[in-house]
């Protein structure tokens, strides 16, 4: 035996740890991903089903939002995190689009897929692909259309969209309007430029009611019911004061034992405690408030006091409460009640407190320039109002984005189509391999129109090949009504959605499938802690059919 033959293989990595290399790794990483896109495909466009996702606990989700089904799934696979992280950057930059951006994604795999199997190497795929991705920005930029906030009825056909194939879609008239005047109330302009910051668009959700009976308050709602029964209901032209100090008596800092010898002595601390409390409630009375909201505690007694001067009082209202009760009644947020004056005092025509099904609720209304609003969304059932809830986050997102940017595109299909067609010609003026990349680019983006077809039960051949006919005859905006099967002019029906949903999804998707296309090693370690086991067969192995 010679001395090669005789040597010890050697071992690197720690006992138990799994090793995928190569082809194996590109392929189960691609499967991982292709499953997680597989999962939300089907709730994409009107047509789209719903998900019952039920948790350890046996609490249900029922809903077709991307990110939230993604979320509840709670995925292990490393691939397929890679994944959700597409859907969570796409809610936390638009608001909206995150199935088709997982879509997309998976797909965009899926083609890389074939051309790995046609022995081009992944780098060269992945160059293509940013190469694609980089004219896909520039080409969907070139085609859409301007918008501004005067323009009402588009901005509503923006919110109508966002609100099809969601559970909200029955009442989406109504809730649109909202939508679009709650976003104009709390929009500040800044040197000529729009900002938006949704934050101060509060949601608050009742169930009870129909959800044609959500409303929008201009002002605030509040989960909080008056501190003493005798305060009065309803206060009109209240001027309010915001406190966050506490109307107690402060324990002192130091640990101080008193002895009394004598019940008088004890009767005059508890005096002195009513006469400070006293002079509390007196300075708030100084100031000319009748309504008080405070982040911390209020004292009993000072409660009393309170209510014999007619004052309303709210306690333990949350910090963002706060700051939106502040943008709302224009109320300075006072730390030190001895500084409180009627300079820092608010507006509100009313604030009076309700009982919304079994709870009462505080209202702020009628402020009179409300840079914070509140939609009140009502529904049958929890579910019902989670689903609304979650839709009116997508119009609201929809509408703000595209002020934002002030561009949008036409939906149904027609974007995608005219992007694919944009970028086939593009790929005609390569030479090389990146050439084939960037076909299969295009053909990736063309999965949502065939999807819309797909969920809608038509033949996505005929729908597709008619959709292309339209484009090669400059009809830019020509997509699919899913209802007939039709092929419709997406603009003139009113199906427009903000240009970022699409650029923001055609980013991520192309940098999460380029950064997984270039993983050709997938080691995990055993470690020493019980963390979640690889599957058998390496990273991927067991997943396949978990999805």
Same mark, same amino acid.
């Given at each position: 035996?010679?001395? &090669?033959?005789?040597?010890?293989?050697?071992?690197?990595?720690?006992?138990?740890?799994?090793?995928?290399?190569?082809?194996?790794?590109?392929?189960? *990483?691609?499967?991982?991903?292709?499953? #997680?896109?597989?999962?939300?495909?089907?709730?994409?466009?009107?047509?789209?089903?719903?998900?019952m996702l039920v948790d350890s606990l046996g609490d249900v989700v029922i809903t077709n939002d991307g990110v939230t089904i993604l979320e509840e799934m709670s995925i292990e696979h490393p691939a397929a995190k890679m994944i959700v992280e597409v859907a969570k950057t796409q809610e936390d930059e638009v608001g909206d689009g995150t199935t088709t951006a997982v879509v997309l994604a998976g797909e965009l795999l899926k083609q890389a897929e074939n051309l790995i199997d046609k022995e081009i190497h992944p780098t060269v795929v992945a160059r293509g692909y940013r190469l694609a991705a980089e004219k896909s920005l520039e080409i969907l930029n070139s085609i859409a259309e301007p918008v501004n906030e005067a323009d009402d009825e588009l901005l509503r056909k923006i919110a109508v969209t966002a609100m099809t194939g969601k559970g909200a879609e029955h009442a989406k008239d109504i809730l649109s309007k909202i939508a679009v005047r709650s976003?104009?109330?709390?929009?500040?302009?800044?040197?000529?430029?729009?900002?938006?910051?949704?934050? *101060?668009?509060?949601?608050?959700?009742? #169930?009870?009611?129909?959800?044609?009976?959500?409303?929008? =308050?201009?002002?605030?709602?509040?989960?909080?019911?008056?501190?003493?029964?005798?305060?009065?209901?309803?206060?009109?032209?209240?001027?309010?004061?915001?406190?966050?100090?506490?109307?107690?008596?402060?324990?002192?800092? =130091?640990?101080?034992?008193?002895? $009394?010898?004598?019940?008088?002595?004890?009767?005059?601390?508890?005096?002195?405690?009513?006469?400070?409390?006293?002079?509390?409630?007196?300075? $708030?009375?100084?100031?000319?408030?009748?309504?008080?909201?405070? &982040?911390?505690? =209020?004292?009993?007694?000072?409660?009393?006091?309170?209510?014999?001067?007619?004052?309303?009082?709210?306690?333990?209202?949350?910090?963002?409460?706060?700051?939106?009760?502040?943008?709302?009644?224009?109320?300075?947020?006072?730390?030190?009640?001895?500084?409180?004056s009627k300079e820092d005092l608010g507006f509100a025509g009313i604030v009076e407190e309700i009982k919304v099904g079994s709870e009462n609720m505080t209202y702020v209304r009628e402020c009179k320039n409300p840079k914070s609003v509140t939609l009140l969304i009502r529904g049958g059932t929890e579910h019902v109002v989670d689903e609304v809830k979650r839709a009116m986050e997508d119009a609201l997102g929809d509408v703000s984005a595209s002020l934002k940017t002030g561009k949008v595109v036409a939906g149904a299909g027609a974007s995608e189509i005219e992007l694919a067609r944009g970028l086939r010609k593009f790929a005609e003026s390569l030479s090389g391999r990146e050439q084939l990349a960037v076909n299969a680019f295009a053909e990736a983006v063309e999965i949502i129109p065939r999807t819309l077809a797909e969920n809608a039960g038509l033949d996505p051949i005929d729908v597709m090949t008619e959709l292309k006919a339209a484009h090669d005859n400059a009809k830019k905006w020509i997509g699919i009504n899913v209802f007939t099967g039709k092929v419709i002019d997406s603009w003139k029906e009113g199906i427009v959605e903000p240009l970022k949903i699409k650029t923001q999804a055609v980013s991520s998707a192309s940098e999460v499938a380029i950064m997984i296309l270039r993983i050709d090693d997938v080691i995990a370690s055993a470690g020493k802690s019980k963390g979640p086991e690889m599957p058998p067969g390496g990273p991927g192995g067991g997943y396949g059919g978990e999805m």
């Open positions: 035996m010679n001395a &090669q033959q005789q040597m010890q293989p050697i071992f690197i990595l720690s006992e138990g740890s799994q090793r995928t290399t190569g082809r194996n790794a590109q392929r189960t *990483n691609i499967m991982a991903a292709k499953a #997680v896109a597989e999962t939300v495909r089907t709730t994409l466009g009107p047509k789209g089903m719903d998900k976003i104009k109330s709390v929009a500040d302009k800044e040197d000529g430029k729009l900002m938006i910051d949704i934050e *101060n668009v509060k949601i608050e959700k009742k #169930v009870g009611g129909r959800v044609e009976e959500s409303e929008l =308050i201009q002002g605030v709602v509040l989960d909080k019911e008056k501190v003493h029964p005798g305060m009065p209901r309803i206060v009109s032209s209240a001027r309010v004061a915001l406190l966050d100090a506490a109307i107690e008596v402060k324990n002192t800092e =130091i640990e101080t034992k008193i002895q $009394v010898s004598d019940p008088a002595q004890m009767q005059a601390f508890i005096d002195m405690e009513e006469k400070m409390l006293k002079g509390k409630v007196e300075k $708030v009375v100084a100031a000319g408030a009748n309504v008080v909201f405070c &982040q911390k505690g =209020i004292d009993d007694m000072a409660q009393h006091f309170m209510s014999k001067k007619g004052i309303y009082a709210a306690r333990r209202v949350s910090k963002s409460d706060m700051e939106k009760l502040s943008r709302a009644t224009g109320a300075k947020i006072v730390t030190n009640l001895n500084d409180l």
